[in-house]
């Protein structure tokens, strides 16, 4: 079955404790992205990646690090979390991504079910 | 800076009815536009996807429109059920990111 994973699911963790929610996707997909989701905010892109080694910030990095040094994984680190960063975590992965008209080419994001993180 | 936006916060319509969705855009020109469905505590499902040369595209009961001068795009559900309840968001893409509007909640009222 074609499918996004994220572990853990839920995390209750204090301020400053390192962790890594991993991601990992079974559709040889290019693309991956991580997303936090807050009340009255909506999805933010926290990072995203178009390959392995290749990634890049999204709108919201502050906090996080991630790697991509296999095609089908793309970990989010929180090296010193704050309770700032208590949300919603979603992985996603697209197999094209979109660089606009030039390409052609876009894919719809496929996303895991979710990583509910409190910092306290 | 580029913004999206979707229109209200909750949606109500009668069971039967067409439901109409609403995200406009600012400040930018996307390639293509995308249209999610989300439940409480659940990954976003994708819809539909439609591109900037492209003025509509169906799906079932889905239609999506995409007016590059408006900037916006229209999403319509028509012959709506109480199961279409859910939040929809709408995605453009800017550059190599996907940004999300914050989602329009429906709810279909039996």
């Known amino acids: 079955e074609a499918q996004v994973t994220q572990n853990p699911r839920y995390l209750i963790t204090v301020t400053g404790k390192k962790l890594t929610v991993t991601c990992s996707q079974n559709?040889?997909?290019?693309?991956m992205s991580w997303y936090r989701q807050d009340p009255g905010l909506g999805l933010r892109q926290i990072y995203y990646?178009?390959?392995?080694?290749?990634?890049d910030k999204g709108d919201v990095p502050e906090g996080y690090k991630v790697s991509r040094k296999e095609k089908r994984n793309f970990p989010l680190i929180l090296e010193s979390p704050s309770p700032n960063q208590t949300s919603l975590y979603f992985c996603?992965?697209?197999?094209?991504?979109?660089?606009?008209?030039?390409?052609?080419?876009?894919?719809?994001?496929?996303f895991g079910e979710g990583s509910r993180l409190t910092v306290l | 800076s580029q913004k999206i936006e979707q229109n209200s916060e909750a949606l109500n319509i009668q069971e039967g009815k067409t439901a109409t969705l609403t995200c406009n855009y600012t400040?930018?020109?996307?390639?293509?536009l995308q249209w999610y469905r989300q439940d409480p505590g659940r990954g976003p499902v994708f819809l539909l996807l439609?591109?900037?040369?492209?003025k509509e595209k169906r799906k079932e009961r889905l239609k999506v429109t995409f007016d590059t001068t408006l900037k916006q795009s229209l999403f319509h559900i028509t012959a709506s059920q109480p199961a279409d309840s859910a939040t929809y968001l709408c995605?453009?893409?800017?550059?190599?990111?996907?940004?999300f509007g914050k989602g329009t909640r429906l709810h279909i009222l039996p």
């Open positions: 996603a992965s697209s197999l094209f991504y979109g660089l606009g008209v030039s390409t052609g080419e876009a894919g719809e994001l496929f």
């Open positions: 559709m040889n997909h290019e693309y």
């Open positions: 990646s178009m390959n392995v080694e290749v990634t």
């Open positions: 400040n930018y020109s996307p390639a293509y």
């Open positions: 439609i591109r900037e040369n492209e």
């Open positions: 995605a453009l893409n800017r550059d190599d990111k996907i940004i």
